[in-house]
């Protein structure tokens, strides 16, 4: 008996022993245990930069030789080459201001109307620093996003210059460019995409620059063709583009540079860049029927021009809702931006009473605030779109009618600020003798063709 006794405190020790010691290996490694999980390491994929290097490209090949040749077969022979460096030499510019204060005013920190000075001149970019992109943890090298966003504010200023083409000064347009990127779009690009933008934090739906570049840019083009005034003969003689067949070949490269435009701003190589993609291929598709079906139907003869010019309104249109809908939401949008867009450039245009020489207005700002609003519609689940369960195509298309509002209260009034001390230093047109020869020579010192 006394020996099952001692046995049995022998197993109790045993066990008190063994618990004393598990209890000291777990506080042993207890330390190593609340250590926090290790950092997730950030995915950069080769695929997604190539896309983007591409994409960038895209965009440069739609600006130049893109939009070049589109405006410069619309004009005059005698002032082709004055537009084209215009397009040129503005791009160029924006994209240096880009470089030194643009990019970090723009998504660099700052509050809900304009970014911060924390990397002014590209100050702490590196090689190896890296840019967000639509899925957690998955980054770009900041240099590809630096760059891809320097090709949208480069030719947002460039899309301008048609509005008041062939009589304005090319240092006043220099001084109106400067001064419209700094006041102008940064902020609207900063409150629509920077990180705690007003426009982003309240909902507002813009893949690829409806608000930011198109309605940007014909609004300013718009308040540019009133300061600047009207060409001389226009209403009283026929003003006809000089070369239509190179408009209709830049409106080609712009179709074809606007797949970066749009997929690119996805940010990523995946399903989204195609869903851009496609929606792009129809909804130009789209928007060219429907512009040579109406111009028949109102005129009786659907024209090389028209077509032309119902391109970039589809391409215009889907823009900012590229990634956000379906493929037959963008067809919709594409037809009514071709529709609505052959009304800008012709009624519209005479209730306005402004000569806006290339329609910048009657077919960016038309065409961006159709697909602003037409994103609101069609983003909708029910219709193909990629909103939530709980998404409400009212309460959309309320926010997207508010960021249109500020975005043309807030350009209108950068523009005509930046338009009126352009005009004070420089003076805004021309003289009559200069316009009537023409700004290749009197500019520019060289013609474009020899006669």
């Not at 014909?218 to 063709?225: D, K, N, R, Y």
């Not at 995946?270 to 598709?285: M, P, V």
């Not at 111009?295 to 809702?321: C, D, Q």
């Not at 020489?357 to 990629?386: E, K, M, N, Q, R």
Request: net charge negative; glycine share 14%.
């Amino acid at each position: 008996m006394k020996t099952i006794s001692n046995t049995l405190r022998g197993l109790r020790f045993s066990g008190i022993a063994g618990a004393l010691c598990g209890l000291l290996l777990l506080v042993l490694a207890f330390p190593a245990l609340a250590q926090e999980a290790p950092a997730v390491v950030p995915i950069v994929d080769k695929g997604d930069v190539a896309w983007m290097l591409t994409s960038t490209l895209l965009v440069l090949l739609m600006t130049v030789p893109g939009l070049a040749l589109f405006y410069g077969g619309m004009v005059r022979s005698k002032n082709v080459l004055s537009v084209l460096i215009q397009v040129m030499v503005v791009f160029s510019l924006l994209v240096l201001l880009w470089a030194v204060f643009g990019y970090s005013l723009t998504f660099v920190g700052g509050n809900a109307v304009i970014g911060s000075f924390d990397k002014i001149f590209l100050s702490g970019v590196t090689v190896d620093s890296l840019a967000d992109t639509f899925t957690e943890n998955v980054k770009l090298p900041e240099y590809v996003f630096i760059a891809f966003q320097a090709t949208f504010a480069g030719i947002t200023g460039a899309l301008i210059v048609g509005a008041f083409a062939e009589r304005i000064k090319f240092s006043a347009l220099i001084l109106f460019s400067v001064l419209w990127f700094t006041f102008g779009y940064i902020p609207i690009a900063h409150m629509v995409w920077g990180a705690g933008g007003y426009l982003l934090d309240l909902g507002a739906l813009d893949f690829a620059g409806g608000t930011v570049v198109h309605i940007n840019a014909g609004v300013a083009g718009l308040i540019g063709a009133y300061f600047v005034g009207k060409r001389l003969g226009f209403g009283r003689e026929a003003i006809k583009p000089h070369n239509v067949t190179m408009t209709f070949v830049g409106a080609a490269l712009l179709w074809v540079g606007w797949f970066g435009f749009n997929a690119g701003s996805n940010l990523e190589s995946n399903a989204g860049a195609a869903l851009a993609f496609i929606n792009t291929l129809f909804a130009t598709a789209a928007a060219i029927v429907a512009w040579a079906i109406t111009e028949g139907m109102t005129k009786g003869k659907p024209s090389a021009l028209g077509v032309a010019s119902g391109a970039v309104a589809g391409l215009v249109g889907i823009t900012p809702a590229a990634g956000l809908v379906g493929p037959i939401g963008a067809i919709a949008i594409g037809a009514v931006a071709g529709v609505v867009c052959v009304w800008g450039v012709t009624g519209l245009k005479k209730l306005l009473r402004a000569d806006d020489s290339l329609d910048v207005f009657g077919v960016h700002g038309i065409g961006g605030i159709v697909g602003a609003l037409l994103t609101g519609v069609f983003h909708a689940p029910s219709l193909g779109g990629g909103g939530g369960e709980d998404y409400s195509i009212v309460s959309q298309v309320g926010i997207q009618a508010l960021a249109v509002g500020i975005t043309i209260v807030w350009i209108g009034a950068v523009s005509v600020v930046s338009f009126g001390i352009a005009k004070l230093v420089f003076g805004l047109r021309v003289s009559e003798e200069d316009e009537r020869e023409g700004l290749d020579i009197t500019c520019h010192g060289e013609t474009a063709y020899e006669t």
